[in-house]
Nanobody, 119 residues
Framework: QVMLTESGGGSVQAGGSLRLSCAAFGYGYSTYCMGWFRQGPGKEREGVAAVFSDVRYADSVRGRFTISQDSTGNTVYLQMDLLKPEDTAMYYC???????????????WGQGAQVTVSS
């Protein structure tokens, strides 16, 4: 049983920064895709960033967000800088054997962390 545990998030003014963390427990192997999706009010779920053999970002966050992992690969971070009100959403950590832009392809999901950006 794989569990993803998130921490971080919160409220910040536009232009500020926040950091999300996600720890994975229960993976029996060392390499897998981990990333972040988000869902804002009245919006569809959107892929934000993912890391596996390479790093991928949504166009809307590229240059402002940075995804990284610790040395074990079991914890992934999302550093969010220059935040905008449109970044307001519930952010979900995801894990899977491979990366995909389709949220339906991800087997494992965290509980979600709220990020609110005020103007």
């Amino acid at each position: 049983q794989v569990m993803l545990t998130e921490s971080g998030g919160g409220s910040v003014q536009a232009g500020g920064s926040l950091r999300l963390s996600c720890a994975a427990f229960g993976y029996g192997y060392s390499t897998y895709c981990m990333g972040w999706f988000r869902q804002g009010p009245g919006k569809e779920r959107e892929g934000v960033a993912a890391v596996f053999s390479d790093v991928r970002y949504a166009d809307s966050v590229r240059g402002r967000f940075t995804i990284s992992q610790d040395s074990t690969g079991n914890t992934v971070y999302l550093q969010m800088d220059l935040l905008k009100p449109e970044d307001t959403a519930m952010y979900y950590c995801v894990g899977n054997d491979w990366c995909s832009t389709d949220p339906n392809n991800y087997r494992y999901w965290g509980q979600g962390a709220q990020v609110t950006v005020s103007s």
